[in-house]
């Protein structure tokens, strides 16, 4: 008998392991540095240069660009060869799943991703390299070599509206599973965190892997807390033998 049909949600907490630190951790980035939030708020990124200057020094030093996926990100991918992988849902932005060999069909990046640039003016798309080429060159703030718009990464900030088509399709994968896990995210940022809801309602379990409390841990069929490259291929195990 096959096992239960699984969606993901995936949060910064999976790619620590991969030496990418998360956001509110007890080592988070805004943890660390709360100034830091401001780099990722469109409003305050469209009206201030040296905002984006400074977006521009931490995109380029983002450790994100030479981390390796890590046996998270591996468990996931084996649950999809198995055929009981429906979706990940990832709120990251590092393309590690696909670079740990997801399908990048099922892969649906609810916040944007890292690789790609594009202009809030016009709309036109080129690639994050190029513009630190640019920043390289001598540039501190690269402009849309189209229309001479703002260029930011195709990541969604805090302000901006979520793609409404990968929206939809993570609500569709959440109502769609036996088994609704959350891995490496404190469930406070909406509408990702609602999936939670949205698969509850919908009849699936929830399962909690996480380095530290969340949410809807209260409400959670099982909460696993601790490293999450250790947890969760045992819980990938676990769910392919159930």
């Known amino acids: 008998m096959a096992g239960p049909i699984v969606t993901a949600l995936t949060g910064a907490g999976i790619s620590t392991d991969s030496g990418i630190p998360d956001f509110r951790g007890p080592d988070g980035v805004w943890t660390r540095d709360p100034e830091a939030e401001k780099l990722a708020t469109i409003d305050t990124y469209l009206a201030d240069p040296e905002v984006r200057r400074r977006s521009w020094l931490a995109r380029r030093a983002n450790p994100a660009w030479v981390a390796e996926p890590n046996a998270g990100h591996l468990a996931l991918v084996a649950l999809e060869r198995l055929g009981q992988l429906h979706a990940i849902v990832t709120q990251n932005i590092d393309r590690l799943h696909q670079r740990a060999g997801s399908s990048p069909d099922r892969v649906l990046e609810i916040h944007g991703n890292m690789v790609e640039a ?12 190029e ?3 640019r920043l390289d060159a001598g540039e501190d703030d690269p402009a849309c070599l189209v229309c001479g718009g703002i ?12 793609d409404p088509d990968v929206l939809d399709a993570s609500v569709r994968a959440a109502e769609s599973c036996d088994v609704f896990v959350a891995v490496g995210t404190t469930l406070q940022v909406h509408p990702a ?6 698969a509850l309602a919908s009849g699936a379990q929830l399962v909690i892997v996480n380095g530290g409390p969340t949410a809807y841990d209260a409400i959670a ?4 807390r601790g ?5 969760l291929p045992a819980l990938v195990a676990e769910l392919t033998e159930a």
Request: aromatic residues 4%; proline residues 0%.
């Open 151 to 162: 260029l930011k990464t195709a990541t969604i900030m805090f302000g901006q509206a979520l």
């Open 193 to 198: 965190a609602g999936l939670c809801d949205v």
């Open 227 to 231: 490293s999450i490259s250790e947890l």
């Open 131 to 133: 513009a630190l080429a």
């Open 118 to 129: 594009v202009c809030w003016t016009c709309g036109a798309r080129s690639t994050t390299a």
């Open 221 to 224: 069929h099982r909460v696993r």
